[in-house]
């Protein structure tokens, strides 16, 4: 188990849901207090930015990925289209106490070692590290000695990856990890999804395991919690068709809402696991499982024969699985066709003198 403010994490708690606002702000943190007010109304445990000082991360002539050139045209490069998405300390100072007012857990990924001190300062409860970042050692470790959360995406990784991100983790003494499986293009491809390196990384790791969807709509992460996902992370935004790199792939507020709402109704339906029938069946039951009945007028002190005898519903006298027994059984009164036989209606002929 694993605890992010009053939320604990795990097999036997409900999933904690991150509604991943990311940059889809666009710069702007009056669109930001609108994404953690769509939070909020979706239900969602946790609202998520993310925080970086773009010279800090990308060379200024570093070209733009494939997908951030289909979404994203107003920028030649990744510096001058991140450039654009950066909002100050001071910003989201005022991003995390509104999330707070609103009831959300505040969380953003830190890209450099100034950020993480910010976000430690502000008293953030744990650390998103995102699949970028796996294998910047100095960065994780970083991270690390706050002895807080991390949740560690693992887009682009092999478990070879995987383990040497956490044997970084780990060497700082900071064993509160939960591992995200993730594909780490957007939109992802239902075909490149791969729900089960879920598992493979619960049984490599034997560390709590979610997943961070970027596929298109809903079903894949609502199928995650089926699987075991502890955390679901999903981009969303205000619209779609805003220009910048992140909106297309993202959910639109009443989107989210369904996927946290299809997400809850899988939780409960999963259920305990024990094989029985609710209580709706037990009284569906009556109704729609079969007795035994005279298929025809039955005198009193008559040998019942299976010519007899039928089974319909309801199941409210012997069951039809009884049948074997009531045959060759004695009648202790009349019996009309279509009478539903009980169990004082029969004499058992092979012990009637005992």
């Known amino acids: 188990m694993v605890c992010i403010e009053s939320k604990k994490l795990g097999s036997s708690y409900p999933c904690f849901i991150i509604a991943e606002a990311g940059v889809n702000h666009n710069g702007d ?3 930001a207090k609108r994404l953690i007010d769509e939070a909020s109304n979706s239900g969602a445990d946790a609202v998520k930015f993310q925080i970086f000082n773009a010279g800090n991360i990308v060379t200024i002539n570093a070209e733009k ?24 300390n001071k910003e989201f100072r005022i991003l995390s106490d509104y999330a707070k007012e609103k009831g959300l857990v505040f969380l953003a990924t830190p ?3 100034e950020s993480i001190d910010f976000l430690d300062e502000i008293g953030v409860s744990a ?20 002895q807080k959360p991390i949740i560690l995406s693992t887009g682009m990784s092999t478990l070879c990856d995987v383990e040497n991100a956490l ?9 509160d990890i939960i591992l995200l ?10 075909k490149d999804v791969n729900l089960r390196a879920m598992d493979t990384l619960r049984h490599a790791f034997g560390y709590l395991v979610g997943y961070s969807d970027h596929s298109i709509g809903i079903t894949i992460p609502i199928a995650a919690v089926s699987l075991g996902a502890c955390i679901i992370e999903k981009h969303f935004t205000l619209d779609k068709n805003l220009p910048g790199p992140d909106h297309k792939a993202s959910l639109e507020p009443d989107e989210l809402k369904m996927m946290i709402k299809g997400i809850r109704e899988i939780e409960i339906a999963m259920g305990t696991g024990i094989k029985k029938p609710s209580q709706s069946e037990i009284e569906n039951k009556k109704a729609i499982r079969r007795s035994i009945v005279a298929a025809k007028d039955i005198p009193e002190h008559t040998i019942i024969t299976s010519e007899l005898v039928t089974t319909k519903r309801p ?10 027994m009531v045959i060759g059984t004695r009648t202790r009164r009349h019996i009309k066709k279509d009478e539903i036989l009980a169990w004082t209606d029969v004499i058992d ?3 009637a003198g005992e």
């Open 349 to 351: 002929t092979n012990h």
């Open 127 to 146: 650390f998103k590290i995102s699949s970028g970042e796996i294998n910047n050692n100095t960065l994780l470790k970083y991270v690390a000695h706050k």
């Open 167 to 175: 044997r970084v983790i780990e060497g700082e003494g900071n064993l």
């Open 65 to 88: 990925a494939g997908y951030q050139k289909k979404s994203e045209s107003q920028s030649s490069t990744q510096y001058e289209m991140l450039k654009k998405l950066e909002l100050t």
């Open 315 to 324: 199941g409210t006298g012997i069951s039809a699985e009884n049948l074997p």
């Open 29 to 31: 943190v009056s669109l």
């Open 111 to 113: 890209f450099d070692v």
């Open 181 to 190: 499986h993730c594909v780490s293009d957007y939109p992802a491809e239902v």
